[in-house]
């Protein structure tokens, strides 16, 4: 019921960005709702219909190369997201400005499909296809393919449009791709840390006794020098990290440190893991 509730949101949302933000303002970002957008400006298709009949034989071929399994959550992502542009009615929410387009439309984009995504679901379209000649075509990754698919859209989109609705769409693609990774990761980003000191113990120590921090060392060699010394590993929430390289500092101003995002953190201390029921 949870995976239900997330994909009709997350295709509704979608659904609002291409039909009444990317369509009005003729901005095609790639997929089969980019292609969509071009197909109507041609022979005035319907989103809806267009959408998913262009699915139907992806699906057929991924069911008879990967089974049911591999396309039962995306499929119903694929209705939805079909029935939610027959629905909702066509309305300029970004009133032609570009701009707001790209920013609105990338917010209201991101949003939807990682809600989607995180159902281990996809909305079908280039993601499947590339999928599916990543099969054949084992050399090139599924990344690498879906590039270029989506960039001979776009490319289709900039031959109708123009140039400048195409820029504005590379906009929209960055924007929905930030808000999609925030929606899936979450806004816990934390900082990993490590430290390469000669008095490593004496690092730790501080850490553990004034932050309530656990250490790691781990055992590591200069390459250059040959020396042998204790790294040490560290993960802080982010509003920590100026307290931690104090700390590290006053116990070793000759300290070597290394800041990292540790984009998901499970576990004492952070975030619980809790497995979803589909």
Same mark, same amino acid.
């Given at each position: 019921m949870k995976y239900t509730i997330r994909i009709l949101i997350g295709t509704g949302l979608t659904a609002l960005a291409v039909k009444c933000v990317y369509e009005p303002t003729d901005m095609v970002i790639g997929g089969f709702s980019g292609v969509a957008i071009?197909?109507?400006?041609?022979?005035?298709?319907?989103?809806?219909?267009?959408?998913?009949?262009?699915? %139907?034989?992806?699906?057929?071929?991924?069911?008879k190369m990967k089974g049911f399994r591999f396309v039962r959550w995306s499929a119903m992502a694929t209705v939805s997201l079909s029935l939610w542009l027959s629905v909702i009615p066509s309305v300029n929410l970004s009133q032609s400005d570009r701009f707001i387009a790209a920013v609105f439309g990338g917010f209201l984009c991101g949003c939807g499909t990682g809600l989607v995504l995180s159902c281990r679901a996809t909305t079908g379209g280039t993601d499947m296809v590339a999928a599916l000649i990543h099969t054949r075509l084992g050399r090139?990754?599924?990344?690498? %393919?879906?590039?270029?698919?989506?960039?001979? %859209?776009? %490319?289709?989109?900039?031959?109708?449009?123009g140039i400048r609705a195409a820029l504005y769409s590379i906009i929209a693609v960055l924007a929905a791709a930030k808000m999609s990774d925030f929606i899936l990761e979450g806004a816990n980003v934390s900082r990993s840390v490590f430290v390469i000191s000669d008095r490593s113990r004496e690092v730790a120590r501080a850490i553990m006794e004034k932050m309530q921090r656990g250490v790691t060392g781990l055992p590591a060699k200069g390459m250059y020098s040959d020396a042998r010394r204790c790294m040490l590993y560290c993960v802080v929430s982010k509003r920590e990290i100026v307290k931690l390289k104090e700390i590290i500092l006053d116990s070793d101003p000759e300290a070597f440190v290394i800041v990292n995002d540790a984009r998901e953190v499970l576990g004492e201390g952070f975030l619980a893991y809790k497995k979803e029921e589909a």
């Open positions: 071009v197909l109507r400006s041609l022979f005035g298709l319907p989103l809806g219909v267009t959408t998913f009949m262009l699915n %139907i034989p992806v699906y057929f071929a991924a069911w090139y990754s599924v990344v690498e %393919i879906l590039q270029v698919l989506d960039g001979l %859209i776009v %490319i289709a989109g900039l031959y109708l449009f």
